[in-house]
């Protein structure tokens, strides 16, 4: 059974910094794909950034774009993401995907439970 398990989240003043973690189990998981998503209430869920199973090649939201880095340490089998120059409207639940393949372009198939990010003005 594959679990994923964030931490990390917290508040943080507007222009602050944080780093999410997302430790996986129950597969191989320098085999997947991994990436994030977020959801604030009363929205959909949406893509932030995936990774491909080596790290070679990572997709990121305009939104986020020059500001987050999604990163994966194989050996630790934990995915990053470290968030800088936050702004208040990336408040939101943060959660850890883990996709189907190796590749970006599968399918969200893991959902972690979820880690709470405020940022304050």
Same mark, same amino acid.
């Given at each position: 059974?594959?679990?994923?398990?964030?931490? =990390?989240?917290?508040?943080?003043? %507007?222009g602050?910094?944080?780093?999410? +973690?997302?430790a996986?189990? #129950?597969?191989?998981?320098? %085999?997947?794909?991994? =990436?994030?998503?977020?959801?604030?209430p009363?929205?959909e869920?949406?893509?932030?950034?995936?990774?491909?199973?080596? #790290?070679?090649?990572?997709?990121?939201?305009? +939104?986020?774009?020059?500001?987050?880095?999604?990163?994966?340490?194989?050996?630790?089998n934990t995915?990053?993401?470290?968030?800088?120059s936050?702004?208040?409207?990336?408040?939101?639940?943060?959660?850890? %995907?883990?996709?189907?393949?190796?590749?970006i372009?599968?399918?969200?198939?893991?959902?972690?439970?979820?880690?709470?990010?405020?940022?304050?003005s």
């Open positions: 059974q594959v679990q994923l398990v964030e931490s =990390g989240g917290g508040l943080v003043q %507007a602050g910094s944080l780093r999410l +973690s997302c996986a189990s #129950g597969r191989p998981f320098s %085999a997947y794909a991994m =990436g994030w998503f977020r959801q604030t009363g929205k869920r949406e893509f932030v950034v995936a990774i491909d199973w080596s #790290g070679g090649r990572t997709n990121y939201a305009d +939104s986020v774009k020059g500001r987050f880095t999604i990163s994966r340490d194989n050996a630790k995915v990053y993401l470290q968030m800088n936050l702004k208040p409207e990336d408040t939101a639940v943060y959660y850890c %995907a883990g996709y189907s393949g190796s590749s372009f599968t399918r969200v198939s893991n959902w972690g439970q979820g880690t709470q990010v405020t940022v304050s």
